[in-house]
Nanobody, 120 residues
């Protein structure tokens, strides 16, 4: 079993910054991709950014140039640095893990979500 603990959400003014963090623990043999998704009220969950074990990143067009994803493989942790935040970034942000709990098995896990609100 894997636990994902997210932190760093909150209320910020437009143009401000926040850093989200997600720490994974439990039965983990190897982690492939770590990522962040978000879901705004009345909308579907969407990809924000992902990062592979080798450091390859992928971003939604709406956040390119403003958000940066990074990971610490030694600590099984992923971060999302969000700058120049806009009201449309308001959503619940979810950490996602694509991992191998044991050899020959692949699984995905979601965090509980952390609220990010961008408002003046």
């Amino acid at each position: 079993q894997v636990q994902l603990v997210e932190s760093g959400g909150g209320l910020v003014q437009p143009g401000g910054s926040l850093r989200l963090s997600c720490a994974a623990s439990g039965t983990i043999f190897n982690i492939n991709t770590m990522g962040w998704y978000r879901q705004a009220p009345g909308k579907q969950r969407e990809l924000v950014a992902t990062i592979t074990s080798g450091g390859r990143t992928n971003y939604a067009d709406s956040v390119k140039g403003r958000f940066t994803i990074s990971r610490d493989n030694a600590k099984n942790t992923v971060h999302l640095d969000m700058n120049s935040l806009k009201p449309e970034d308001t959503a619940v942000y979810y950490c996602n893990l694509d991992f191998v709990p044991r050899v020959g098995v692949r699984s995905r896990s979601w965090g509980q979500g952390t609220q990010v609100t961008v408002s003046s």
